[in-house]
């Protein structure tokens, strides 16, 4: 198979463009070779639009409607899938603010399944509520602090997190969540330093990057479905994140190697509490991680690349509900109805929670045994975090 990835809402490390609140990814699959055997409708499309390349935010739709019938016929050729990713900036600053603070293996404060269970989305969704935009930005800015640069902002981590407690008490909210914040924030104010603060690498916590991964999957379930393996994947050149795109790859596909050689290993990453709701995907991410080392190429030397550009300019059209005309629709539609569209965004994260508490058993299903465990080991924490004597 043949795989093109393009981006859009690009804004790097700027969390807070107002006029690119989303980025996304958009990938396009195939099983032919469109960059050959597409050669004869591409030199039409280019006779037609007078360019030497298509790029869908130069043509927008009037000019995308005088080549509808090139692409539709392109389409019903090439048989395209088309996946797409995003990532809600907002979303995803409030993200990285949990993870920096409530780390279980950082935070001592912090349960464990608080963090490592499907339990933490309703903490980030508790955190996007308490967090404005500023406190996003200055929480993002930290973040973003260089390691050996961190250690001399640690009082404006314990404000951020002072902000957030003060924030807390007025919030109507769920007495052991409300709780589980308190104690972590508590215990951050107190220990700046032990947080996960600061980066030496901050292309690679890029919403670029992080998205990066939901890529990765895409392209080994569409390998796993086509029964197939990946001859090119082609990444459209773009200034500042390519490097980390790369990176992603290389881990990704040095942990799938990894794990496809350790089957107990495998088993344990499968079954962690945490991938509850994606093993599938994640299974298919180390079974079929594609061989097929990526290219870095510019859109004007690949008609794949053109081509996913102009389905991801359509796709967000589409999605954000905009009135798209009906030849241009006609078009979307052939590929929008079988695409695999995820992202991250707290709408996202709380219907995942929705998912995971239909799953778990009523109160009165549960054994007393269990009932008492659950407990006895809530009470030794609480305990546990008592004898910490952190401040109120």
């Known amino acids: ?10 804004s790097g490390n700027n969390l807070f463009d107002k006029s690119q609140p989303v ?28 360019a030497d390349s298509i790029h869908a935010s130069k043509l927008n739709f009037s000019g995308l409607l005088a080549i509808a019938g090139e692409l539709g016929a392109l389409q019903q050729r090439f048989d395209f899938q088309f996946d797409y990713y995003f990532v809600d900036k907002l979303s995803f600053a409030s993200v990285m603010l949990f993870d920096a603070v409530f780390d279980a293996g950082m935070n001592e404060a912090v349960k464990w399944e608080w963090y490592w269970t499907p339990l933490r989305f309703p903490v980030v969704v508790a ?19 260089p390691t050996d640069k961190i250690e001399q902002r640690q009082n404006r981590i314990a404000a951020v997190l002072e902000t957030l407690l003060r924030r807390l008490e007025t919030q109507p909210m769920d007495k052991r969540l409300r709780e589980i914040i308190r104690d972590g924030l508590r215990f951050g104010i107190e220990n700046p330093s032990k947080l996960d603060f600061g980066t030496s690498n901050q292309k690679f916590m890029s919403p670029n990057a992080v998205c990066f991964q939901f890529v990765l999957r895409a392209i080994a379930d569409r390998l796993k479905k086509a029964k197939r393996q990946a001859l090119k994947i082609t990444v459209d050149r773009q200034s500042e994140f390519n490097p980390a795109q790369l990176q992603t790859y290389t881990y990704q596909s040095n942990l799938s190697k990894a794990l496809k050689g350790s089957p107990s290993d495998k088993e344990a990453y499968l079954s962690h509490p945490l991938h509850q709701g994606s093993r599938e995907s994640l299974a298919n991410l180390i079974s079929h991680f594609p061989d097929e080392k990526m290219s870095v190429e510019n859109s004007s030397a690949s008609i794949g690349l053109q081509l996913v550009d102009v389905y991801l300019w359509l796709a967000n059209r589409a999605l954000r509900g905009e009135s798209v005309p009906s030849e241009l629709s006609a078009v979307a539609s ?3 109805k079988k695409s695999r569209i995820d992202g991250i ?3 996202g994260m709380t219907n995942r929670w929705k998912e995971f508490e239909r799953l778990l058993p009523k109160h009165q299903d549960v054994s007393p045994e269990l009932l008492d465990l659950s407990d006895r080991l809530v009470t030794e924490h609480r305990e546990k975090v008592r004898l910490m004597n952190l401040k109120k």
């Open 23 to 50: 980025l996304s990814y958009g990938i396009l699959s195939s099983k032919s070779n469109v960059d050959l055997m597409g050669i004869q409708l591409h030199r039409a499309i280019l006779s037609k639009i007078g």
């Open 345 to 347: 965004s707290i709408e």
């Open 1 to 10: 198979m043949f795989f093109y990835i393009d981006e859009s809402g690009n």
């Open 127 to 145: 955190l996007s509520q308490l967090a404005d935009e500023d406190l996003l930005r200055e929480a993002w800015d930290l973040r973003l602090t």
């Open 334 to 336: 052939t590929f929008l």
